[in-house]
């Protein structure tokens, strides 16, 4: 899967306009697009039904689309297992590839070993 580019970029920050302004004078990248409590239809964190109140940036550095995303609440996620409510602490958080074939690519991650687990261990333990 090496071959296959990096698309975006994804980062729990803490001050969401700080975190633009740092990115845009260290790499030049954005403009960026701010979508504040962003409305979602559904969103489970390990199956359960859970309110994810987050607020997104999203801009181009060149070919990659940087996301600096804060989550308001403390309800568990994604972001609360790599980077735990209160921690203050920031980071990568993912990266993400396209694919032409998704179910030949979660075949293909799988027999490189890295498969997709419907539910991973946590990270912070």
């Known amino acids: 899967m090496t071959a296959l580019p990096v698309r975006q970029l994804a980062y729990k920050v803490n001050d969401l306009e700080a975190a633009i302004k740092a990115h845009h004078r260290r790499f030049g990248s954005g403009p960026f697009f701010v979508a504040r409590h962003i409305a979602l239809a559904s969103s ?12 997104s940036a999203y801009g181009q550095w ?19 297992e790599m980077f735990a409510w209160g921690s203050e602490m920031e980071g990568l958080h993912h990266a993400a590839l396209l694919v032409d074939d998704l179910p030949r690519a979660i075949a293909r991650f799988g027999s490189e070993g890295a498969p997709l687990e419907r539910f991973p261990q946590r990270l912070n333990r």
Request: net charge negative; glycine share 6%.
């Open 44 to 55: 489970q964190h390990r199956g359960i039904e859970r309110p994810f109140d987050h607020s």
């Open 62 to 80: 060149g070919a990659v689309m940087v996301e600096l995303v804060v989550q308001h609440n403390d309800e568990p996620s994604a972001l609360h």
